[in-house]
């Protein structure tokens, strides 16, 4: 299956190639709505706009996850986790480091690789 991406610019240029289609083949008689084709293009506009800052708060976000892990490090973190017979249970363990894995920052403690949203509680 593919899939793909739909953006405000791609939609705008979709937009104005078949623009300019109907403007070539018009009635001369009943010629487009400027009043419409002005308030369509102010649309594809705003949904750029929207796309921008869509992605603008995402890297914020992104940034400021790594900065809280980082944070971490030293510090006593709870989480569940696995224990050696298959048990899951409540540990607490060191941060020791912060990796990115898929884009995502997790946190390294002995041998567990925990998630940010995996923390139950943090001591200093």
Known sequence: MITTSVTATNLQMDYMKLLVAQMQNQNPLEPLDNKEMASQLAQFSQLQQLES???NFAEVLA???RMYANSLIGKEISFIGETESGSREIMSRTV???SNIDGEATLVAD???IGLEDIIAVKN
């Open 53 to 55: 800052i869509n992605s």
């Open 63 to 65: 940034t400021n996850e």
């Open 96 to 98: 020791e480091q912060v």
């Open 111 to 113: 041998d567990y690789i």
